[in-house]
């Protein structure tokens, strides 16, 4: 048994409304493939190189192989693949992968959000909740992300956060189709003031509930 899964996480609730984390399941297949092919513009330049083209990559028929390996992987305490849901409604992705235990005890985390909720600090409480739950029930160290400098967006959102920098990755990873810099940013149990969650409320980006 792995501390944090399976679990729901939230509400927070932020300006486009109310913002829960939940583990993804084989019946997301249809929203996944809708709102991953329709946001192809939105996500592909920030997102990792596949293989596959696009839409065969996003068809409704990749999610259940998809999700029974991310599931398998959260099972033995490696990920926590979860969906970000504004209002009760599939709206994105949140993922915490390569956790390790131990002296280390860190993880990384990433999220997209589709387009038609942008803005309105969906991924801003998304991430808060999944931060929350990180330091909280699974009892980790260190959690860090890595963002190209030009996803302006996503800074903000990590900004928001709390998170600090630590520096820059040269030609880090494949993003659409080449080596890019990404910056590395971090943050560690101790800099956490009681929760993120609360950081956001007193920041006035979050409500409770
Ligand atoms: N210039 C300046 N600021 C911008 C811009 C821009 N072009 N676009 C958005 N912002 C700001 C917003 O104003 C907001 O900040 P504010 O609250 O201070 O005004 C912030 O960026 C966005 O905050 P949210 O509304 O919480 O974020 P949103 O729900 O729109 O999701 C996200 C942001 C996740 C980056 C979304 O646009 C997305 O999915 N993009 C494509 C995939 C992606 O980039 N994922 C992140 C990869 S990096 C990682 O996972 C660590």
Same mark, same amino acid.
């Given at each position: 048994?792995?501390?944090?899964?399976?679990?729901?996480?939230?509400?927070?609730?932020?300006?486009?409304?109310?913002?829960?984390?939940?583990? %993804?399941?084989?019946?997301?297949?249809?929203?996944?493939?809708?709102?991953?092919?329709?946001?192809?513009?939105?996500?592909?330049?920030?997102?990792?190189?596949?293989?596959?083209?696009?839409?065969?990559?996003?068809?409704?028929?990749?999610?259940?192989?998809?999700?029974?390996?991310?599931?398998?992987?959260?099972?033995?305490?490696? +990920?926590?693949? +979860?969906? %970000?849901?504004?209002?009760?409604?599939?709206?994105?992705?949140?993922?915490?992968?390569?956790? %390790?235990?131990?002296?280390?005890?860190?993880?990384? %985390?990433?999220?997209?959000?589709?387009?038609?909720?942008?803005?309105?600090?969906?991924?801003?409480?998304?991430?808060?909740?999944?931060?929350?739950?990180?330091?909280?029930? +699974?009892?980790?160290?260190?959690?860090?992300?890595?963002?190209?400098?030009?996803?302006?967006?996503?800074?903000?959102?990590?900004?928001?956060?709390?998170?600090?920098?630590?520096?820059?990755?040269?030609?880090?990873?494949?993003?659409?189709?080449?080596?890019?810099?990404?910056?590395?940013?971090?943050?560690?149990?101790?800099?956490?003031?009681?929760?993120?969650?609360?950081?956001?409320?007193?920041?006035?980006?979050?409500?409770?509930?």
């Amino acid at each position: 048994v792995h501390p944090g899964w399976p679990a729901r996480v939230g509400p927070l609730r932020v300006a486009a409304g109310r913002v829960t984390l939940r583990p %993804i399941r084989l019946r997301d297949a249809a929203t996944w493939s809708r709102l991953r092919i329709t946001n192809r513009e939105h996500l592909e330049p920030w997102e990792p190189t596949g293989q596959a083209l696009w839409n065969d990559r996003h068809h409704v028929t990749t999610w259940p192989g998809l999700c029974s390996s991310l599931r398998s992987e959260a099972r033995k305490g490696r +990920m926590l693949p +979860m969906v %970000i849901e504004l209002d009760g409604n599939y709206c994105g992705q949140i993922t915490v992968g390569n956790i %390790i235990r131990g002296a280390l005890s860190s993880a990384w %985390i990433g999220y997209w959000v589709a387009k038609d909720v942008g803005g309105q600090g969906v991924a801003t409480g998304a991430l808060a909740l999944g931060l929350d739950h990180c330091f909280g029930p +699974m009892g980790l160290h260190r959690v860090e992300a890595t963002v190209r400098p030009e996803n302006v967006a996503s800074r903000a959102v990590l900004e928001h956060a709390g998170f600090r920098e630590e520096g820059l990755l040269r030609r880090y990873l494949d993003v659409d189709g080449q080596w890019r810099d990404h910056l590395l940013v971090a943050m560690t149990v101790e800099e956490v003031p009681g929760s993120i969650s609360d950081r956001l409320v007193r920041a006035g980006r979050a409500t409770w509930g």
